[in-house]
């Protein structure tokens, strides 16, 4: 079993046990008709005990902090080995943290200021672009001021290109879980397609949307859905 099994087991009993300390008998829910997805600024109502989302920010912060990634330990080893058969080469031993630290420290430059957050957990660096930042209001369709930073995080991507991009797109849970699916993926695709446009090599992209599933903060405040809706962009290193 590889660590990235492991460490997500981990994380998963860890969070089980958690839960079962946390919930009351009378546990907590939801209505189930949400609110129509245009009034994403309003309050979910809330009754008894520990929310439906309390709970699923609880197992997205664990879950993210052991793996740091959406697509999962299998799809990125086979985006890794794809990658060596078309040579790009991999990095061995203590290369790979040396190389990462380069990489970061160039991230942390040119995102300086933008409001996109960096974040390292073991050799994967995480871009956290939040959609203030990113898109508009219940909206696919990039923001032009964004335009920039886009640009540098793909200059950098194009001077460290032994790296797997996963690019996760994420939504705060009001509305429909097929709406908010729908959206997390087309905002996803958005930021992958201006990156690839810059010049980036397909085959290093896994795109993919995790809707409402993955939430980092609570869903039962503005600043905790705000926190939600987001991109994020990690990049794994390349292994031989």
Known sequence: MNLFKQSAIAAAVSVSMLLTGCMSTGGGYYGNQPPPPNQQGQQGQQQGGMSQTSKGALIGAAIGAAAGLLSGGDATERRQRALVGVGVGGLTGGAVGAYQDRQEKILRERTAGTGVDVVRQGDNITLNMPSGITFGFDSAN??????????????????????????AGHTDSVGTDAYNQALSERRANAVGNYLMSRGLMR??????????????????????????????????????
């Open 203 to 240: 085959d290093r992209f896994i795109i993919v949307g995790a809707g409402e599933s993955r939430p980092i903060a609570s869903n039962d405040t503005d600043s905790g859905r705000a926190q939600n809706r987001r991109v994020e962009i990690t990049l794994v290193p390349v292994r031989s």
């Open 142 to 167: 990039l923001d032009p001021n964004f335009y920039p930073v886009l640009d540098g995080v793909a200059n950098t991507l194009q001077e460290y290109n032994q790296t797997v991009i996963e690019v």
